[in-house]
């Protein structure tokens, strides 16, 4: 049974990660333009497509953005084009509640608002030039995993590991803890019923990766790190502590 404690501590999770989709353009209201017509929006990149480089290229951002991330909005919003009463929920009550939603539509919305969720993350973990861990979020990194070389060790292995198509996450549970973890397809930890915050995640489907360094995931992994947008990692980070 759920103690009191760890219900005030998920709340809290939902409304802060609730608060985080408004910043990123998740909400309907805030929504950036995009191509599909429906409730979810495909937001911009919050840089230019070749800001990444050399670590990724411009061509991937291009088609990974305006192709890949483009379809699981469209797919979403054909899905809820006759379940009005699941367009009215936002992103995060969908994935996080499938049990929720009709079987008919259950796998499509896991798999297309499950992407649209987990992209739209993934634009903002990345910044050209990058950035090193900080304050808490560096403390808590240290003590858990015993340095920040540790735990690329430790994620790499992990999202190494992904059998065909998936994502490595680090994310922070109910109770504090720092845990790596892996999902399949556009499955992420924020489905485990808002239990979990997601700190940083990264996609290793091979569109993300493929134009540039075809089959060498670790090679992409390890240029991956270049440009991690460790502040707003450690943004996350602070705002599951308050």
Known sequence: MMTRRQALKNTA????ACATLTNLGLSRANAAP?????PFQLPPLP???DALEPYIDAATMEVHHGKH??????????????HPQLANKSIEELISHLDAVPEQVRTTLRNNAGGHYNHSL???MMKKGG???RGELSRSIESTFSSLDKFKEQFTAAATRVFGSGWAWLVKTSDGKLVIETSPNQDSPTMANGS???????DVWEHAYYLKYQNRRADYIAAWFNVVNWDFVADRFTKRNR
């Open 13 to 16: 999770l939902a409304t802060m």
């Open 34 to 38: 995009g191509t599909a017509a429906g």
């Open 47 to 49: 840089y230019p497509s």
């Open 69 to 82: 991330h483009a379809a699981y909005v469209n797919n979403a919003n054909r899905a809820l084009s006759d």
């Open 122 to 124: 993934f634009w903002q």
């Open 131 to 133: 950035s090193q861990p």
């Open 196 to 202: 979990k915050a997601i700190l940083l995640g990264l």
